[in-house]
């Protein structure tokens, strides 16, 4: 892993072709099919009941949380609190990603968020973003997110775009440097309010090379949570469904239930809606 690691220090980004087995995929296909029963069901139940998520979620303590489509409140864009939701999962998956991430960082790290972007068919497009600072309402200043593709993500359903080297690319750039353990990184300048809350700004994004970095089912991507990256919508006529297992290093504490406990009482806090196509980036404006 030390060249995985110095590039990955370098690019923000590495993928483990392959890095997990077909027990563990057909583990994570049978709990995503699950977990999107419960998260469709869990839409209707609460259309039926004439609550909004926002007063649903704040009475809940330990529901899988699901935010809709920006353009079919029945329809599932997203899913989250699959650790908290989900035995094998969590048993099975998340400590071998932890165990990558570990040797990467030559650290211990834990679990802060997870997630299960659906990226159904026509939609799911996510403007460029640092996910840095959607998270930033806790302590951990530095993140690392390992990617899991469900189906096959190509170029014409949505596949993630990262840079060459951003570091070097926005390096005359005025930013907001924050130090972390693997050093001085990069906050660049995002909109703040409306709809492209928290998308980088145009004139950065066009200083950046990017890159498309198409995924096999079974591929994990390590990303850290200061590089930039986005991906166009889904022109396929399939879903293009994605996890996504978010850690922190465990010397800044672990924060999984409070993270998920502030998201159910301020579900609509545009901070937990940041560079999403989800309805919730809709109240922003
Ligand atoms: O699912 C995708 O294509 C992108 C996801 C992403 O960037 C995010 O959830 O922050």
Redesign the pocket.
Known sequence: MSDLSAVFKRQGYIVLPQGLTDTEMETLENSSQTLYQRAEQLLADIAASGKTLSEFYQQQSDALIVVPEIDNASKVC?YEYISGSCAPVREQIIPKLQQYIETLAGTPFTLFKD?C?A?NPGG?A?EP?Q?VI?YNQFNPQYHITA?IFLDD?TLEN???NFPENYLADVAELENTPMETPVGTLPILASYDGGRNNGNIQQSICEQIRWQSIPARAGDVVLFDSYVP???EKNDSQKT?R?M?FTFNALSDGDHYQAYYRMKREQFDNPAFH???PTAHSRLND
């Open positions: 997203r997630k972007n990226k799911g996510f973003h996910d959607a990617a993500a949505g596949c993630l990256h986005y991906s293009r994605a996504f940041v560079a999403t």
